[in-house]
């Protein structure tokens, strides 16, 4: 087994173990290339089968392509999907302009936490991986949210032996992390090896390409030719910037996206 | 091509994440962009630049310096993919230590030149060595704050290796290494001519990855049945051997048999291989409906996994409070999940200092204790040194993990735990026997065994026990009775009636059967026996073979009027009275039994239907 298909495998048993031991389950999808790896993953686990909801965030200000390719999916697949939006937040007119931290808190990880309520869900499955940036680098593969979506960065509970925390107290949940231990090169391999359809945006056109997806006002395109999966995992491998420069949120201070994380972002 | 996984260890501000950032600067493993963020918190803090905040990426840790939690960063080096996990030092984090080291391939345990072996280098070795961690080398970190003295790091070296002796752990290598200076990290140091070993690169580079104990027996631990369409599909991880297409399997503990029918794949087109091997999570069929369900183990029939409601464990403890020795537990061990007592606690061991305390003790934090653990239901299990990952359990209390379990051998263990206050004991047992059990059978023409006879007050034990040693005397087999009753009067007469003194007249029993048994004899034991724990136990220490159950029941009305010694009366009146099965817990067997009702069958022909088993196996 090589090092891609034992990531998948081992993604895979993650997938089985939330599904197995926790109730209210939904998985995350932000239609970017991670989530569109879990999905994929999700239905190597279930056979065919998403047996749980999708969340997808709206901050209605998402790129309009992300949309279409959300809806045409959601058709083409039947899969279930729960909408977030946080409409009161919008009503008062809130965008990206009264700081980006701000923006990120009330339109992404406010709206979660309000499905998450809503549904009363126990269990949210949700694409991060570890080399994306530091405080997500810290991460547990099951990792507890107290019942204002806070987490304990401080004092995690261990995780060894593939035993993950699957019981905690009623009102809190925990975030699922199947492709924690990935990097952006194993995600763009194994989409390759699998051939999964991926959204135009990722290709170059112009000489430029998305690398990471988002808020149409806080993320940017990089400088790229690469136009076919195989190229961008050539571009990859030689690149010296990260994964997340095109994203500003990130950028806005030191420990932006620890702080925006602590409070429940995901 | 794997992934190597290492972790660096060893105590708090030792000089670990300085190290990381230098190994990943120096591979080129960066985006400019990450090294441009931390030159700027840097300049916020007023500090030089600071490699281990490549890692410590949260604030907390940058304005305190120190790692709080694991983190794990992938780099390439000629042509080999690596994972670095960097494992805090401080002794409150151990939990989290251990949640990167525990799927290390490797580990790098840092000492600092200037300060030399510290409380955690010592705790963090012991911890390796627990986790199952092999390849493991040292690194004197810090070599340019004592002028790249040779006889420093030599001190070290003796100091650290005489340590590891004590524990059992050998160090493939010492590095001296200065990261900040760049020294024996990726190319070898001019500055230290007198260092003839690899640098932390070249040792990576010639690293050859051993996988964890497996005996290549089958093991798939059940995580779920799907029932999604008309499929009934099993799934499950291979954690040992190959699940094949067309294969008998067995399903423990239900020992139930079917064939492999099909492995499930989605896409269908894709992958049509007829066989799933180690860490596959695979999902197939059978070619019979079984029952099969969550935490049952599926093995080969001609190896199959132990089974008992003991469990006996060397346990890693790091529960802020202490394992108490008759505390109560959650236990996960691959799937399975089971509710367990503290039967007993052997003995505890301080992973530094490697102080030992016997006695009825609990294990504090960061200790290391010998433990036997027991359920009412029995476990499915393998011993650690034969299967790694069906030979190692987590312990819940409430929410939490408060420490991790190594399965070892069940019987060795029982014994010594009950003999270890004898110390004659020891120098006894390997004295050879002038005869042997052989010579005995040979005379006395059938081997030694203990027939067990448990039911409720009533049920026809002592009836049945006269039978059956009247009919093997009646047949030249040399058999004899141990009753409840005859022991009560002697070996047991400080023994009352409480669980506590029900267990121990168990046991008592179980050894005298034991005695009898290794004498040439047939023991049949005539006793309530409520608990199926202790007659697991009477069966692991006679052994499987020797030893048959007996199971003897009625209804309780019948149970009422035999009321052999007035105790289903007494207790009608006295509510302090306790009657197994009646006012106290009388547990039904599990597992390998054989059953009669006394109320249907007669005397002559349940003595005969167990006399005819017996005698199959003893001639």
């Known amino acids: 087994m090589d090092s891609l298909a034992a990531l998948e495998q081992e993604s895979i048993y993650i997938l089985r173990e939330a599904f197995s031991r926790i109730e209210r389950l939904a998985m995350l999808w932000s239609m970017g290339k991670d989530s569109t790896v879990l999905l994929w993953l999700a239905r190597k686990a279930f056979l065919g089968h998403v047996p749980y909801p999708l969340i997808h965030i709206d901050t209605s200000y998402k790129i309009p392509e ?9 058709r083409e697949l039947g899969l279930e999907l729960v909408i977030g939006q946080n409409t009161k937040a919008l009503a008062e007119g809130m965008n990206h302009t009264r700081g980006r931290l701000v923006c990120c808190t009330a339109l992404k990880t406010e709206a979660l936490r309000q499905v998450i309520d809503q549904h009363k869900f126990r269990a949210i499955i949700v694409g991060i991986r570890r080399d994306e940036e530091g405080s997500r680098a810290k991460e547990r593969i099951f990792s507890q949210r107290s019942r204002n979506s806070e987490w304990d960065v401080s004092d995690q509970p261990p995780e060894f032996w593939d035993q993950y925390r699957t019981d905690f107290p009623l009102g809190e949940h ?17 989409i ?13 056109e112009n ?11 806080c993320t940017s395109p990089c400088d790229s030719n690469a136009e076919s999966v195989s190229q961008i995992i050539t571009e990859l491998s030689a690149t010296r910037l990260s994964e997340r420069s095109g994203r500003a949120q990130d950028q806005e201070h030191s420990h932006a996206m620890e702080k925006l994380r602590l409070r429940g972002y995901m | 091509m794997t992934r190597v996984a290492f972790v660096i260890v060893g105590h708090v501000d030792h000089g670990k994440s300085t190290l990381i950032g230098r190994l990943l600067a120096d591979t080129g493993s960066l985006p400019d962009d990450r090294l441009e963020r931390v030159r700027q918190i840097c300049s916020e803090l007023r500090k030089p630049f600071e490699y281990a905040f490549l890692l410590d990426a949260l604030e907390d840790e940058q304005l305190q310096g120190v790692t709080i939690d694991i983190t794990e960063v992938p780099f390439k080096w000629l042509e080999r993919e690596y994972l670095i996990i960097d494992a805090p030092g401080h002794k409150e984090f151990m939990k989290n230590m251990i949640s990167g080291a525990a799927h290390a391939d490797a580990a790098f345990l840092l000492i600092d030149a200037g300060h030399g072996v510290q409380e955690q280098s010592r ?18 970190s810090k070599m340019d704050q004592v002028d790249y003295s040779r006889e420093v790091f030599e001190a070290i070296r003796v100091e650290y290796q005489r340590f590891l002796e004590t524990i059992d752990v050998k160090a493939r290598e010492f590095i001296p290494v200065s ?7 990726t190319a070898r140091s001019s500055r230290m001519g007198w260092y003839m070993g690899p640098s932390v690169l070249e040792f990576l580079e010639n690293l050859s990855i051993v996988s964890g104990a497996t005996s290549g027996w089958l093991r798939l631990p059940v995580q779920d049945v799907y029932k999604f369409d008309d499929r009934r599909i099993v799934v499950g991880r291979v954690e040992s051997g190959r699940l094949s297409v067309g294969t008998e399997i067995q399903v423990w503990p239900s020992k139930q048999r079917a064939c492999v029918r099909s492995i499930e794949r989605w896409p269908e087109t894709g992958d049509t291989t007829t066989w799933a091997g180690v860490k596959a999570a695979v999902g197939f069929t059978l070619d019979q409906q079984l029952f099969v369900q969550r935490g049952d ?21 790091f529960g802020r409070a202490p394992l108490e020795p008759s505390g109560r537990y959650k236990l996960k061990l691959a799937t399975l999940e089971r509710e367990v007592e503290v039967f007993s606690v052997r003995r505890v061991m301080d992973s530094s200092s490697m102080e030992v305390r016997t006695g ?10 010998d433990v036997v653990f027991r359920s009412s239901r029995p476990f499915v299990f393998d011993v650690a040194n034969e299967i790694a990952a069906t030979g190692r359990f987590v312990l819940l209390d409430g929410f939490e993990i408060v420490g991790g379990g190594i399965v070892q051998e069940a019987e060795d263990l029982y014994r010594r735990d009950y003999r270890e206050g004898l110390p004659k004991s020891r120098s006894i047992s390997p004295v050879q026997e002038a005869v042997t059990p052989a010579d005995r059978a040979a005379a006395y023409g059938h081997k030694g065994h203990v027939i067990w006879l448990t039911g409720m007050p009533g049920s026809g034990k002592s009836t049945i026990a006269r039978a059956l040693e009247r009919g093997l005397f009646d047949r030249d087999v040399k058999a004899f009775i141990v009753d409840g009753e005859k022991l009560r009067f002697g070996l047991s007469a400080d023994l009352g009636f409480t669980e506590l003194d029900r267990r121990e007249q168990g046991r008592r029993a179980a050894e005298v059967a034991l005695l009898f048994a290794q004498a040439g004899l047939v023991a049949i034991v005539a006793l309530v026996s409520p608990f199926n724990a202790d007659r697991e136990y009477a069966r692991i220490l006679v052994g499987e073979e020797h030893f048959t159950l007996i199971h003897l029941y009625a209804p309780l009305a019948v149970l009422r009027e035999r009321d052999p010694h007035g105790l289903y009366a007494r207790a009608a009146s006295d509510p302090a009275i306790r009657v197994p099965g009646l006012t106290a817990l009388y547990e039904l067997p599990e597992g390998m039994c054989l059953g009669f009702d006394t109320s249907v069958e007669s005397i002559e022909h349940v003595s005969h239907a167990i006399l005819d088993r017996v005698l199959a196996i003893i001639r």
């Open chain 1, 66 to 74: 992300m949309i279409q390719y959300r809806d045409r999916l959601v």
């Open chain 1, 174 to 190: 925990v975030r699922v992390h199947p492709i924690l231990r990935w990097t952006e090169l194993d995600v763009w391999r194994y």
């Open chain 1, 192 to 204: 390759e090896r699998e051939k999964i359809p991926v959204m135009r945006l990722y290709f170059a």
């Open chain 1, 207 to 217: 000489g430029k390409r998305y690398r990471s997806l988002g808020c149409a006002p």
């Open chain 2, 123 to 140: 705790r963090h070795a012991a911890a390796l060595r627990f986790f199952g961690i092999k390849e493991i080398a040292i690194i004197v």
């Open chain 2, 179 to 185: 990261a900040v200076a760049g020294e024996n990290v």
């Open chain 2, 297 to 317: 183990i599926i093995a080969e029939p001609a190896h199959s996994p132990r089974v008992s409601n003991f469990l006996a464990a060397s346990v890693f403890w």
């Open chain 2, 360 to 369: 009825e003790v609990g294990i504090c934090q960061n200790e290391v204790g």
